[in-house]
Structure formats: structure tokens, C-alpha cells
């Protein structure tokens, strides 16, 4: 039966010029010449932070140091805590229209895939020649997945954080609460599995968006330190084009990180204390988390509407994820509440061995992809076989899902996009799927972005064919009816999946995800995910 949900509205904003702000940026650092009187030349790095031999932004980190992060003991057992994070659901307001929600929804939804594909193209530029040089081509890594009793890692705590649905605010990603500096003062960031950098608008804001809340202000919080342009971490992030010389040693290291064509932030690179709820044996403490790299931003422009910037759980060096590593291990699960639950259920985000979840019976693992030349080492690539609607497996070539050698197509799970996409002409076959196995419900044509439409006034249980993802390595995904059909009005149900060009990424969306119980295990390269009411982890 079609449980009916919402789908979260999405304001686009109306910005100035992609160039006028990135000539502004510009304008900015032109200006630096000497070091900021809060920057610091004896930083030391975050724990779980080893740099490669040679610096490449977006590498993915492996050590297990500690270093620097003594304040946080392991138990007496030697195994780490885990962290578990909470996100509260903000009132739905009553006023929306479902119609104009989605809409606004794939606008914001159709900018960020256009900018994760770019993201794409310039991987493939950036290593075209090298390519040219070899005899074959790389082949992705897919090794059957783990079952939940071979995970060994055994740590007994974790970090635990509440995750907020952005309904309210006009957005269809969730949010998170986040403390910053010293004092700790409360922000709201968006959560997003699609991007490393984690940054937040400071003061001076000289070209801001609209946020809840205050600006954050170093010069409030005695633990900021900039990091300075010699310092080998400058390396993790992208400086504004052209690069500015380093000349001095005390020179702030200036970054410029975008998202899309009117979405981008630029600022100072920086570190900085995150203080997070510490949860281990049912005990909660507050513990700080120092040297965290981040954007201190001055200029950003976008689509982050209502928060106060971002936290980045992708596969980077400066992913949040990344950087709690050494304390909580290399794995990390959310489990996504739907938008329509009661304003006090909340969703969460887990750091570290959720034994729960590990020992829960329809757990199932697929393998994240890796060793592609040209692929984003920020995504989380899977692997689809195939595709079944209905319980029938659709006639989709297997290539058709494949990650290419020069780094387009290939599936991603994204917690920073709305809906599914799949590419053409997968996404038509799967429509076209829909549409052959649904019968008896009128078909509805006055709807210009989702389709099929289907017209089931005066039906009480809504049957619609079943939907499921099997993946390569042999896992199936099946979703419950709720994850991809959506109520547009109260007699009007959609399919909730859209398609992109036939090159760019498929996506699956926090919409399908919604009342699962998801994990990114990075040491296992394994993606697990177990249905699970989710207001009830």
C-alpha cells in the first residue's frame, strides 16, 4: 500500500553573475600580502589526516595516527567510541504546494547534477595525457561485499548526530547541528555525501546568503588558526583561479571550492574545534574535536538555503568522515527519517561500529567501485546489474551501467540530491516500465516534470508495481512504494525518478533512501544498507 509523503521544496535563489562573484573573489586575495594576526605556524594536524607523497586534492585518506587527539581516549579495551550525531525534522509548512515543491525540487536537483558531472569532465581533462600513455585501460575493483559478521573492527563507542530535514527551510537535503569554536556556538549545516570541504560563511561575510542564525566569527572563538599558503595542507583545497603567489610564511591559504553554476563558496582554509555528543555504553558527553580543516567563507553563493554552510561526508582527505577517522574508524551510517514524520522524531548520523545495525537480519552489502582512472574520488560509486520493476528484470544492457574509462556514467549514492536518476535511455525503459505494469488508474499528461502521473481519486490501497536494484557483485536494493512513487495532490501520485543525459551520473537520491539504514564502510569499500523505521534508531 502507498504510504503518502511530501517531497521537500527547494528555493532557487536569483544571484549576481557567476563571474561578478568570481571577480570579486579575486579582488579579495589580490589584496593578501602578510599573514592574518590569528594564523598560526605550529598547527598540528587533525588526527586520522596522512598527506600522500605527492598532494592531490580529493585523495582519500588512510592513516590510523593519532597524534594530536590524546583527548580522547580509547576505552580500556583498546577499541575506539562511536559518535552518533541527531537531525530533528522541522515543521512541513501546511501552505506548500506539492506541484510546486517538485518542481522547484528537480530545478535545484538538475543545477547539482550538471555540476557533479563537470566535476567529472575535469577529472578526465586533468589526467587525458596519462591516460594517452598506457596500453589498457583500468578496470574497477568489485570483490563481493562482506557479510555483517566479518566486520571486525570492534569499536564500542560512537558519535551520534541529529539530522534535520530542510523541508521548512526550502530544501530537500537534511541538516545537521553542528558546534564551532570556542566557546561552541550552534550552526546548521547541510549534509552532503557528494563533497569533501566542510566550511561555514564568516565574518567578514562581504557576499553571504541568507542563513538562520549569526555569521560565524573567528575572531569570537579562541581555537580558530588559519592555515597558512606554505603549509602542506594548503595542497587539499583549490585556490581561486589564477593561483596567488605564496610570498610570505604567515600568508593565509585561500581556497575556492563550487558546486555548480551559481553555487560555490570562497574563503580562508582554516582549523578549527568541533565540539560533538559523545555516546558510548548508553552514557552522552560533550567532547571537543580540534584541528577539524575547514572553509572559513566570504564570499558564497547558492543553493544552501537557510543553513549556515556544509558539512562533506564524501571519500576526501577533508570530509568530516575522513577526519574523525582515527577516532571512530573508517566507517560512518545515517538513517533518514520521512519528510512527513513528527517534528520531534529525528534522524541520525552515526561515526563509528553501529552494532545494532550490524547485527540487523536484512543488512545487506554491495561494493563500492574503486580504481576507475578518471572517477571522482569523492563519490560513492556502486555497481548495478540490472534493474527490476514489477519483479521483472528490464531489458538494460549491463554496459549501460558501467563507470567508462574517461570517467562519464557510472551510479553514485548521494545524500545531497533529492530524487533517482538514472541516465537515457535507462530512464525511459524504466518508465516505460511503469507505465506497462500499472494498470487501471487513469494516466494523468498536464504534468510537465514528473511521469507518469496517475489519477487515484476515491482509491483507498494504491497498488503499484514493486521496484528494485540488483548490483553486480549480486545485492538487491528493493524499495518500499514510498521511496519512488510521491503524492502531488491529494487524488495525484507520481513516480518520484527523473533521467539525465545518456554520459552523466545515475543517482540515488535521499528520497529512496528515506527508512534506511545506510553505511559507508571505506575500509572494506562496501556500501550497506537495512530497512529500518528510522525514528526509532
Known amino acids: ?132 600513455n598506457k596500453q589498457s585501460s583500468l578496470k574497477p575493483v568489485i570483490e563481493k561485499a562482506g557479510a555483517p559478521e566479518s566486520y571486525t573492527d570492534g569499536f564500542s563507542g560512537q558519535l551520534v548526530a541529529t539530522l534535520e530535514s530542510g523541508v521548512s527551510l526550502g530544501s530537500g537535503e537534511y541538516f545537521i547541528d553542528v558546534f564551532i569554536g570556542t566557546p561552541p556556538k550552534h550552526f546548521s549545516l547541510i549534509l552532503d555525501t557528494g563533497s569533501d570541504l566542510n566550511w561555514i560563511q564568516c565574518v567578514p561575510c562581504y557576499d553571504c546568503f541568507e542563513q538562520t542564525g549569526p555569521y560565524y566569527d573567528p575572531n569570537e572563538s579562541s581555537s580558530y588558526r588559519n592555515i597558512s599558503c606554505q603549509d602542506p595542507r594548503c595542497n587539499l583545497v583549490s585556490p581561486p583561479d589564477p593561483p596567488l603567489p605564496c610570498k610570505t610564511e604567515n600568508q593565509t591559504c585561500p581556497y575556492y571550492y563550487w558546486y555548480g553554476d551559481s553555487s560555490n563558496t570562497t574563503g580562508d582554509f582554516a582549523v578549527e574545534t568541533f565540539t560533538v555528543n559523545l555516546t558510548s555504553n548508553g552514557n552522552s558527553e560533550f567532547k571537543p574535536v580540534e584541528n577539524v580543516m575547514f572553509g572559513c567563507g566570504h564570499w558564497n553563493r547558492g543553493l544552501f538555503h537557510g543553513a549556515a554552510g556544509l558539512l562533506g561526508l564524501g571519500r576526501g582527505p577533508l570530509s568530516f568522515a575522513s577526519q574523525l577517522q582515527s577516532l571512530y574508524g573508517h566507517s560512518f ?62 531489458p538494460i544492457p ?15 549514492v548521494d545524500s545531497g540530491t533529492t530524487l533517482s536518476y ?46 528494485g536494484i540488483e548490483f553486480l557483485d549480486g545485492a538487491v536494493w528493493n524499495f518500499p512504494v514510498e521511496n519512488y512513487f510521491i503524492w502531488l495532490e491529494d487524488d495525484v501520485v507520481c513516480l518520484a525518478i527523473l533521467g539525465t543525459p545518456r554520459s552523466a551520473l545515475s543517482i540515488i537520491g535521499n528520497y529512496q533512501q528515506q527508512n534506511f539504514h545506510i553505511l559507508y564502510d571505506t575500509k572494506k569499500s562496501r556500501l550497506g544498507y537495512a530497512p529500518m523505521k528510522c525514528a526509532d534508531v
Not at 509523503?5 to 571577480?23: D, K, N, T
Not at 572517477?375 to 560513492?380: E, L
Not at 549491463?398 to 553514485?412: A, F
Open 398 to 412: 549491463e554496459e549501460t551501467w558501467r563507470l567508462s574509462t574517461d570517467g562519464t556514467g557510472g551510479t553514485i
Open 1 to 132: 500500500m502507498l504510504v503518502r509523503v511530501s517531497l521537500g521544496l527547494v528555493v532557487l535563489f536569483l544571484s549576481i553573475s557567476y563571474a561578478a562573484f568570481e571577480a570579486t573573489a579575486r579582488i579579495h586575495y589580490d589584496r593578501i600580502k602578510t599573514g592574518n594576526p590569528n594564523s598560526n605556524s605550529n598547527i598540528s594536524s587533525l588526527a586520522g589526516i596522512e598527506f600522500p607523497d605527492h598532494m592531490i586534492f580529493n585523495a582519500v585518506s588512510s592513516s590510523t595516527s593519532t597524534n594530536g587527539c590524546s583527548y580522547l581516549n580509547d576505552d580500556d579495551d583498546g577499541s575506539k567510541k562511536i559518535v552518533k550525531l541527531h537531525l530533528k525534522q522541522r515543521q512541513i509548512d501546511s501552505k506548500t504546494e506539492p506541484k510546486s515543491s517538485v518542481l522547484k525540487s528537480t530545478m535545484r536537483d538538475s543545477i547539482r547534477i550538471q555540476a557533479l558531472h563537470t566535476r567529472v569532465i575535469e577529472k578526465k581533462n586533468q589526467n587525458a595525457i596519462s591516460r594517452l
Open 333 to 394: 551510517s545515517y538513517c533518514l527519517v520521512d519528510r512527513n514524520s513528527d517534528t520531534n522524531v529525528s534522524s541520525k548520523l552515526i561515526f563509528g561500529e553501529d552494532k545494532s545495525l550490524l547485527n540487523h537480519p536484512n543488512l545487506n552489502f554491495t561494493s563500492l567501485l574503486t580504481g576507475k582512472e578518471n572517477s571522482v574520488d569523492t563519490f560513492y560509486y556502486v555497481q548495478i546489474k540490472s534493474i527490476l520493476v514489477g519483479g521483472d528484470i528490464l
Open 422 to 467: 538514472f541516465a537515457d535511455p535507462t530512464y525511459k525503459i524504466i518508465k516505460e516500465a511503469f507505465v506497462n505494469k500499472t494498470k487501471g488508474y487513469p494516466l494523468l499528461k498536464d504534468f510537465p516534470i514528473l511521469n507518469p502521473c496517475y489519477n487515484v481519486s476515491g482509491i483507498e490501497n494504491v497498488e503499484l508495481p514493486d521496484f
